[in-house]
């Protein structure tokens, strides 16, 4: 498999807004990077990809308790204007659910996104919290994944919400039919996110945020089994890390050709429901 049919299924496109959000601080000290002054034309997201062959990007909106970081109609006129490269997921103000209800079904059914991305660290609780409960039905009843974060908070946030045991588990326990993605690995619980996967057929890992270089060897030892080759997604984080970086060492994990066009786009275009 080429990575031209590489999926990525974690990124966002750099505005000044987002990145220049305090609890990035400690991100941009990490990598080196200074928030942007000036807003970054889309293109310049799609020349990143197009650097590292990949063929779509899932574009995440970001909603906090303040208000959108990244807003569901930024993301929806960046997919209109690219809509062979981005498919959006949208993100929801959890202190309003039945407005988030009717949002997140407007953002599927009239703008054509495939999936919610909401982070329980942004709002210091975790998804087993009653106001995720009617956008997990909703997300059932229009055929659409959740997407969160999984393992420690990079940002300055606390990170016990991203635990997979009770947090993921219990979600899937209670919406069997839901359709999980745990982003960001599950790191250090990377152990407890593989045996969540494994219990339960509709959650899977994204590996976004992390260099292949750096994947635990529980989670590549999982990638090579039966099962859990069907059960991971490659993700960049972009633009905390950028998709020429992320796929940089995949060949040396010692995954079949098969299993690798599963992680790189199979299994990303069969879970949000992509063409081709």
Request: aromatic share 10%.
């Amino acid at each position: 498999m080429t990575n031209a049919l590489a999926v990525d299924a974690w990124m966002q496109h750099p505005t000044p807004g987002f990145l220049s959000h305090r609890a990035f601080e400690s991100l941009m000290r990490w990598t080196g990077q200074e928030p942007p002054t000036e807003e970054i034309p889309i293109e310049a997201t799609v020349a990143a990809m197009d650097e590292a062959g990949v063929g779509t990007g899932m574009l995440s909106a970001w909603h906090a308790p303040s208000g959108p970081m990244i807003g569901n109609d930024q993301v929806a006129e960046w997919c209109a204007a690219h809509p062979d490269r981005f498919a959006g997921l949208a993100s929801v103000d959890l202190a309003r659910p039945m407005e988030a209800v009717r949002e997140l079904r407007r953002r599927v059914e009239e703008d054509g996104f495939r999936g919610l991305r909401q982070l329980p660290w942004l709002w210091e609780t975790p998804p087993t919290d009653r106001r995720f409960y009617p956008l997990f039905a909703t997300c059932v009843e229009l055929g659409i994944p959740f997407c969160t974060q999984v393992g420690h908070t990079g940002p300055l946030m606390p990170s016990e919400v991203g635990r997979p045991i009770p947090y993921i588990d219990q979600v899937a326990i209670d919406f069997p039919e839901l359709v999980i993605v745990g982003g960001h690995i599950g790191y250090p619980w990377t152990e407890e996110m593989v045996a969540v996967c494994r219990k339960h057929e509709n959650v899977y890992i994204d590996t976004s945020a992390y260099t292949p270089k750096r994947y635990p060897r529980e989670l590549i030892d999982y990638m090579k089994t039966k099962s859990g080759r069907r059960k991971v997604l490659w993700g960049s984080n972009f633009p905390m890390i950028g998709p020429a970086a992320a796929l940089e060492g995949i060949g040396e994990l010692g995954l079949d050709e098969e299993t690798t066009g599963l992680f790189l786009g199979g299994n990303a275009r069969r879970v949000f429901g992509l063409p081709g």
